[in-house]
């Protein structure tokens, strides 16, 4: 009856989405959604500075530049100076979420048909924001270290994937698979973007939520020391996992040619992010507010990422493979010889959710059928305990 575009004749909404009509039965335990804890909000933080924003009502209710209001942009300069990344204002805007800047950046770089890199598994509203612009997605594999840089290489030199426009990749703290991807990695990332010029789309939703192991650097901050590097690197960040994603505030850092059309872009999305919420992230920041708060998210998530992976061995031992991430949401886990699909239905029968694996690749027949992603971040310690004895009456009623 209607003739919708291509990509939107049979469209496919997020697998993860899917599952959030089973959270609202009682009892259920969800290790599903990347959602931060709830209670581990600054409330009193962000109404002090949702106070201060309001004394300037003109600039919270009026319209607002595309770009970002100037203080909170001068805010996010500074938090990424300290991330040490320098940037200049025409190389930062504000997003309404991160997710937007990946939709604005795809329509600016990439045509119907051309090849988008990315590591695998991989964050599925990227992978339907790959499929939605109609690009030809190419997958590069990814282990405990992040993605494979020497795979890529070898993809890139033998032409296989043609001239790609850019790779994305989650560095630190992936999502789904929590891996953080070795300096050296990083640098020779950097040295490939340079030589084939295609450019890296950082999303760091999660670097600050480290609770082990030593920090490492962005990949922009690393494009610093390499010659060039700098011009290949676009970086995403937000406040959405580290203060609250109500805020909706997310923001772009990279060269500055990008980022104007990416501002263009933007005016026809929707002409700029809410400046209300806007000025209560300037506020909050100005104040010091999160470095005041991340230790105490830091710790809280540190603990349930321990509880959550002694669980698991405990109720299914040997039977469950993992790596246990040193910050982030996410652990990512494998039951061989399991379909991770056929144990989720089960599991939503003793009221229990997790993500299975397939979500989180490109070709869903490539997909690892036993991987499963699962959330530590929002049941507290007592939930994650009782979750994982559920999982396994799941696990051992299909055996």
């Known amino acids: 009856m209607y003739e919708f575009t291509s990509p939107f004749q049979q469209p496919s909404g997020s697998p993860i989405r899917e599952l959030f009509k089973y959270l609202g039965e009682p009892g259920m335990i969800s290790f599903a959604g990347g959602y931060p804890a709830s209670d581990l909000f600054d ?26 209001l100037a203080t909170l942009k ?73 993605i494979q840089v020497d795979k890529l290489a070898s993809l890139l030199e033998s032409g296989a994937c043609g001239k790609p426009k850019l790779l994305y990749t989650v560095p630190t703290f992936a999502n789904p698979t929590g891996a953080t991807l070795a300096t050296e990695r990083r640098r020779a990332l950097l040295a490939l973007a340079v030589k084939h010029r295609f450019v890296v789309v950082e999303d760091d939703p999660y670097g600050d939520l480290r609770f082990a192991g030593a920090p490492l650097r962005s990949l922009l901050a690393e494009a610093q020391a390499i010659d060039g590097a700098r011009d290949w690197v676009v970086h995403f960040a937000s406040l959405s996992k580290i203060v609250a994603p109500g805020l909706r505030v997310g923001w772009m850092a990279g060269p500055r040619e990008i980022v104007r059309r990416c501002v263009i872009a933007k005016q026809t999305v929707d002409l700029c992010s809410s400046p209300w919420t806007q000025a209560v992230a300037a506020e909050y920041l100005a104040a010091g507010a999160l470095e005041q708060h991340l230790p105490k998210i830091t710790a809280a998530y540190g603990v349930k990422c321990a509880a959550l992976c002694a669980a698991l061995r405990e109720q299914l031992g040997e039977a469950i493979e993992f790596a246990q991430p040193e910050g982030g949401m996410f652990v990512w886990a494998r039951l061989p010889g399991i379909d991770a699909a ?30 499963l992603r699962l959330s530590f971040a929002a049941p507290d310690v007592e939930a994650i305990k009782e979750g994982a004895r559920r999982m396994k009456r799941a696990y051992e009623a299909g055996l």
Do not use: H, W
């Open 43 to 68: 409330v009193e933080g962000l109404s002090l500075a949702a106070e201060r924003a309001s004394a300037n009502a003109v600039q919270c209710l009026q319209y607002g530049p595309t770009d970002g």
């Open 74 to 146: 001068r805010e996010i300069i500074g938090l990424m100076a300290r991330r040490g990344a320098a940037c200049e204002a025409e190389e930062v805007m504000a997003t309404t979420g991160s997710q937007q800047g990946l939709d604005l950046l795809l329509r600016v770089l990439v045509e119907p048909g051309d090849a988008v890199l990315t590591e695998e598994p991989a964050y599925p509203a990227t992978l339907q924001a790959f499929r939605l612009q109609r690009a030809k997605i190419v997958a590069v594999p990814a282990d405990a270290q992040g």
């Open 342 to 371: 056929d144990l989720l239905a089960r599991a939503i029968g003793q009221k229990v959710m997790f993500v299975p694996g397939k979500a989180f690749f490109a070709d869903a027949a490539a997909a690892d059928k036993a991987a």
